[in-house]
């Protein structure tokens, strides 16, 4: 089952990511989605989990969750947009992935057993960071994909 994490489309969906996410199985969006739009297109690929994001306004924003926690590949993954604003200790709380986005840059790193993950953003280009996604497989292992 391949899951697609995206972040930080700020109202872009490329149509290089539209053709990427033709293989998901499933697609997490961490945030600043930017347009309601963009939630019908994913929605129309695949099932979507999004939440919401600091530029996220608006009646149709309300609906997102700020975070919210689902299971992927057996594993708790934990979606919040702007990691600065984690609230609590994920070990701790039995989660094993935590997923954000906000910075626009992708990375991935472990600590106290728990693998952070941020996709990077496939919206606008922002200063010299690449348009990216990533892929989580089974495992869970992660592919980061750069678009852009």
């Known amino acids: 089952m391949s899951i697609a994490l995206i972040s930080d489309t700020h109202g872009l969906l490329r149509p290089e990511v539209v053709d990427r996410l033709a293989g998901a199985d499933r697609i997490l969006h961490m945030g600043d989605v930017g347009d309601p739009a963009i939630l019908t297109q994913l929605q129309e690929i695949a099932p979507l989990t999004a ?36 609230d609590l200790d994920p070990a701790v709380a039995g989660i094993d992935l935590v997923l954000y986005g906000h910075t626009h840059r992708p990375d991935e790193r472990e600590d106290a057993g ?35």
Not at 63 to 79: F, K, M, N, S, W
Not at 131 to 140: C, I, Q, R
């Open 51 to 86: 939440i919401r994001g600091n530029v996220d306004y608006g009646d149709w924003a309300t609906r997102l969750p700020a975070t919210i926690e689902v299971d992927v590949h057996g594993q708790r993954a934990y979606l919040i947009h702007n990691l600065a604003q984690l």
């Open 114 to 148: 728990v693998l952070f993950v941020n996709p990077g953003s496939i919206g606008p280009r922002r200063f010299d960071l690449p348009v990216s996604m990533a892929w989580l497989d089974p495992g869970p292992s992660i592919r980061f994909e750069t678009v852009a």
